[in-house]
């Protein structure tokens, strides 16, 4: 996967780096709108692509959003410097927003075939960046002329049924896991660990060992003694983005980061109740139970 992502990141990085460059060349050329829609076009592909990408191999938020809205910012100032103030301004926020939103998408499809999703909008950069290098080279080209009039609108319609249909294949084939629609095994697995419980009231020393698994924590429902100290010892198999920190703010356990492998924690009940506690971005949940 990885090796794929540093592959999509190249293509993306070439084809922005020659869009800007033809901007640069033909900037006498560009007048006011078509500066500024080329310029928010470019930010968006760029800022939407590197987000998602460091959304993918990242194990929390904070880099991929940061390295996304930074790239995609200064990529639209770049590519709207030729053209002036509104055309960076445009390209600026046009890249900062996608550069946000391509590293949360990035974040959930990690678990969900990120390779079939990160091919799938890098086939549309390819697209998209290529009709503005196609734009830019051609438009005030006298030799050249693409007139798109020429192209009938039935093989538009019939490559988009194509590609959706395609689409729906892979989505309903073993290729893709839909989500909310796991397999038989993940629907054994999410069965045998949706509602299990340790009981360690009786204990001096209680300690739970929590295991991270595909469909949240396991065991999720633990009952403990008021002012007895607990330890968690909570096992993550792998990185991921949302299991990376771990949230119990009723007893101050606020964004514990939980590495891959075994993490130990260490809290004191001080009060009876039911309590939550969750991953880092709040969708996966247990209860404490405190008598």
Known sequence: MEIF????????????????YLIYRKKEKLTLLPGIIISSTIAIMAGLLSGSMMGILATDLFLPVGTGLLIGFFTGFLAGQPIGIL???????????????????????????????????LGLCIVILGLVILYLIVEHNPKVSI???????????????????????????????????????????SSSTKNVEVDVTNETSPVVKIMITPTGYS?????????????????NPTDNSCFSEFMMPD?????????????????????????????????????????
Do not use: W
Request: with cysteine.
């Open 147 to 189: 007139n798109t009039n020429e192209i009938p609108p039935f093989t538009i319609f019939s490559a988009g049924i194509l590609l959706f249909s395609l689409f729906l294949f892979l989505y309903s084939s073993d290729l893709v896991k839909p989500p909310g629609k796991p397999s038989q095994t993940e629907t054994t697995s």
């Open 219 to 235: 065991p999720n429902v633990i009952r403990v003694k008021k002012g007895v100290p607990v330890e968690l010892e909570i096992t």
């Open 5 to 20: 992502v540093y592959i999509a990141a190249a293509v993306v990085a070439i084809m922005t780096s020659i869009s800007i």
């Open 87 to 121: 055309a960076i301004l445009s390209g600026a926020v046009s890249g900062l927003m996608s550069g946000i939103a391509g590293a949360i998408l990035g974040a959930f499809i990690q678990f969900d075939n990120p390779a079939i999703m990160l091919g799938i909008l």
């Open 251 to 291: 007893f101050n356990l606020n964004n514990v980061p939980i590495k891959k492998g075994t993490t130990k924690l260490t809290f004191t009940p001080d009060k009876k109740g039911q309590f939550t506690f969750h991953c880092g971005m709040n969708m996966y949940r247990g209860t404490v139970i405190v008598e």
